[in-house]
């Protein structure tokens, strides 16, 4: 799902309200950048952990391990034939 | 990702709350022409890019004016540019005290010093008060936390004030010389 600018600035601004805890109506750009990072943050997060995306992260997981095996594999071997390396 | 959205952030409309404040300054002689309103969000803009800062909510300007209206030192002549003044002065030492102090603060702050120290004359709030202030708050001076902001001047004067002895003093001084 996608969201626009205008969709996200009032929640950046409700946020922002909290994390002054109501008592300043102004932030430093610094700091909205930071309140803007922490609302892409929890989308993303929101997103990826959708059943079907978790789905896809398994099977990738898998790939990504099964890779993982054989390339610590790869290595284990080149490294008995050669030697560790001092 | 570009600084669109701060924009965004920045334009609500806030020209109706603004107009809003004469029901209230009216009774001081002070009313605000959509113009004048027009004028004082244009240049709340200018100060918040020059400041680096984003407003969200109803902002300061109509805090700025309830806090200042009943000022012995603004009339309708002055008012549209002190209050532009106000709140650059007020962007600007919001940075200088690294946010550690509220709104409302600051605000007291700066009426009680305009009033009795500075006698309406913004550029020594802005140089003398608020500087001096601010560089104790970044030091970690928090006394001004239980008194809302309100008396806290006197421990950073430098400045010898008129009290009474002082008064006397002087009088004595001018009158049996």
Request: hydrophobic residues 35%.
């Amino acid at each position: 799902m996608e969201y626009t600018m205008e969709e996200l600035v009032p929640v950046v601004g409700k946020l922002a309200e909290k994390y002054t805890a109501y008592e300043s109506t102004s932030i430093t750009y610094e700091k909205a950048e930071q309140l803007m990072g922490a609302v892409l943050y929890c989308i993303v997060f929101r997103n990826w952990s959708k059943p079907d995306v978790i789905v896809w992260r398994r099977a990738i997981g898998c790939r990504h391990r099964g890779r993982m095996r054989s390339e610590q594999y790869a290595w284990r071997k080149n490294e008995k034939s050669t030697g560790p390396i001092s | 990702m570009g600084k669109d959205w701060m924009v965004l952030l920045q334009q609500q409309n806030q020209l109706e709350k603004v107009i809003q404040t004469n029901r209230m300054t009216e009774r001081y002689g002070l009313i605000l022409t959509e113009e004048d309103a027009r004028l004082i969000l244009e240049e709340r803009g200018n100060s918040l890019r020059e400041q680096k800062r984003v407003e969200f909510g109803e902002g300061i300007v109509t805090k700025i004016i309830y806090e200042f209206c009943d000022s012995d030192y603004i009339d309708q002549t002055n008012y549209v540019n002190t209050i532009i003044r106000l709140q650059e002065i007020f962007y600007l030492y919001k940075n200088e005290m690294q946010d550690e102090i509220t709104d409302d603060e600051l605000l007291h702050f700066m009426k009680e010093q305009f009033e009795s120290i500075c006698f309406g004359d913004l550029d020594y709030l802005e140089s003398t008060c608020l500087a001096n202030f601010s560089q104790a708050i970044r030091a970690g001076y928090d006394g001004y936390k239980g008194s809302e902001g309100y008396g806290a001047y006197s421990k950073f004067d430098e400045v010898k004030r008129w009290d009474h002895e002082l008064y006397l003093e002087t009088l004595k001084e001018l009158c049996w010389r």
